[in-house]
Nanobody
Framework: QVQLVESGGGLVQAGDSLRLSCAAS?????MGWFRQAPGKEREFVAA????????YYADSVKGRFTISRDNAKNTVYLQMNSLAPEDTAVYYC???????????????????WGQGTQVTVSS
């Protein structure tokens, strides 16, 4: 069992930046970020494999968000720049420690989830 602990959320203004962190209690394969806004389904944001060779972004965040990971610390980061009100959501870290045929953009790919951290962007 892997525990995920997120941090870094908060209230910012449009155009500001935030960096989210997610620390895993053990080694993971792929780690990703999803978000869920009120009244909406959970949506994929970004994901990155252990080796870093494969990186995935949702079209809505490409060019603004960057996912990175420190494998020595079992930690993944999400640098969010040029934040907009539509980025307001609870952000969830997710991880998988085993091989899967599912795409990293699919929630079912992940076995472990963090508790979520609120990001609120005011206009």
């Amino acid at each position: 069992q892997v525990q995920l602990v997120e941090s870094g959320g908060g209230l910012v203004q449009a155009g500001d930046s935030l960096r989210l962190s997610c620390a895993a209690s053990g080694r993971t394969d792929i780690m990703g970020w999803f978000r869920q806004a009120p009244g909406k389904e959970r949506e994929f944001v970004a994901a990155r494999g252990w080796s870093g060779g494969a990186i995935y972004y949702a079209d809505s965040v490409k060019g603004r968000f960057t996912i990175s990971r420190d494998n020595a610390k079992n930690t993944v980061y999400l640098q969010m720049n040029s934040l907009a009100p539509e980025d307001t959501a609870v952000y969830y870290c997710a991880a998988n420690a085993r091989y899967s045929m599912l795409l990293p953009t699919q929630p079912l790919r992940y076995d472990y989830w963090g508790q979520g951290t609120q990001v609120t962007v005011s206009s």
